[in-house]
């Protein structure tokens, strides 16, 4: 990572017009987060002129835009302002928040369509009577292919495109992008070794996770299977409901995708806040979710050297100290 860099922010407008500057920025956190939406915090302690500027920012109006450096890293709907006398603290999500605002606006039916394709469509529907600004990109595509069907004003768009990603593709937000790309996406960053954290590593083998044969039900009696008996761990089986699944196909397709994620037992990092040294060599900015890393660790019992999925990126400053967090996962498992 080399030298921290200092963050600042800005409050945007809807119309692109800058609403205030955050020149005294006390703490900011941000993350990035696969299928998931994320979350960012800003607390300001303003001067005169600045106060009356915050006194105007609004919920959903306004955007904060975060900088680490000169580099744009995050930026997404404020959703909470808390005004005090020493200033205020700002909360805000990603572009993927609005999905859970949105509903479909037209009834649609895919048959035999590209998963990723329809998540886009997902996207784009949801944006298209009012778009705050996004664009949508397909990294790559999934390489599964099924039926599904919406219909206007049912559901909100957020939970349908987490639902799609539980069969097969993964999807994140970078900046006002929202990125679509396949569940088995192995692209890396970067290597990684005991050097390049700030603690201890834990390795752990999940074996509440592990399944050797799955089944998921679809709607009106779609069902698909995948695996059986392990000739190692011998039958541990699954069962799922997918009820935007429509036909046999997808419902297989997505029972495959779930047993490469749980078979063999996954072997992965203890995560939740693995944090990187200072002196890790990673670019902060290109840390996104959904891309691979190659880590190596020696330093336990178990060792492993593997390609880990980033699953979370956290990013805190607090004064002078910046703490730079990932969740991995084995790559094929997107939580």
Do not use: N
């Not at 995708?257 to 037992?265: D, K, M, T, V």
Request: aromatic letters at 6%; one cysteine or more; proline letters at 4%.
């Amino acid at each position: 990572m080399g030298e921290c860099a200092s963050h600042t922010a800005q409050i945007i407008d809807r119309d692109g017009a800058a609403v205030a500057g955050t020149d005294v920025l006390v703490s900011v956190e941000w993350s990035r987060v696969l299928d998931d939406l994320s979350e960012a915090r800003a607390v300001i302690a303003p001067d005169a002129d600045c106060c009356a500027a915050l006194a105007r920012v609004r919920t959903w109006r306004h955007k904060l835009a975060i900088f680490r450096g000169t580099a744009p890293v995050w930026e997404g709907p404020i959703t909470s302002v808390e005004w005090t006398v020493d200033g205020a603290e700002i909360s805000a999500v990603d572009v993927l928040g609005w999905l859970d605002r949105r509903t479909p606006h037209q009834d649609q039916e895919f048959i035999d369509h590209e998963l990723t394709e329809v998540a886009a469509w997902l996207v784009d529907d949801a944006f298209e009577p009012d778009d705050p600004g996004h664009t949508t990109t397909i990294v790559a595509t999934s390489g599964i292919r099924g039926r599904r069907s919406y219909q206007a004003d049912v559901g909100q768009t957020g939970d349908h495109l987490r639902d799609l990603a539980a069969t097969g593709i993964d999807f994140t937000a970078l900046g006002s992008r929202i990125l679509i790309l396949p569940e088995d996406h192995s692209a890396r960053l970067a290597s990684l070794s005991d050097a390049d954290f700030a603690d201890e590593l834990v390795v752990v083998e999940d074996g509440l996770a592990l399944a050797t044969r799955w089944v998921v039900h679809g709607k009106d009696g779609v069902k698909g299977v995948a695996g059986g008996a392990h000739p190692y761990y011998g039958l541990i089986e699954r069962v799922v409901e997918e009820t935007s699944i429509l036909d046999d196909a997808s419902a297989e397709a997505a029972a495959r995708s779930r047993l490469a994620a749980s078979s063999p037992a996954p072997v992965f990092l203890d995560s939740q806040e693995a944090v990187l040294s200072p002196d890790a060599g990673l670019d902060v900015t290109v840390l996104v979710p959904g891309w691979c890393v190659d880590v190596t660790t020696t330093q336990t019992c178990r060792t492993i050297s593997q390609a880990l999925k980033i699953a979370t990126v956290k990013v805190k400053e607090d004064g002078d100290a910046e703490t730079i967090s990932l969740q991995l996962t084995p790559a094929g498992v997107s939580g």
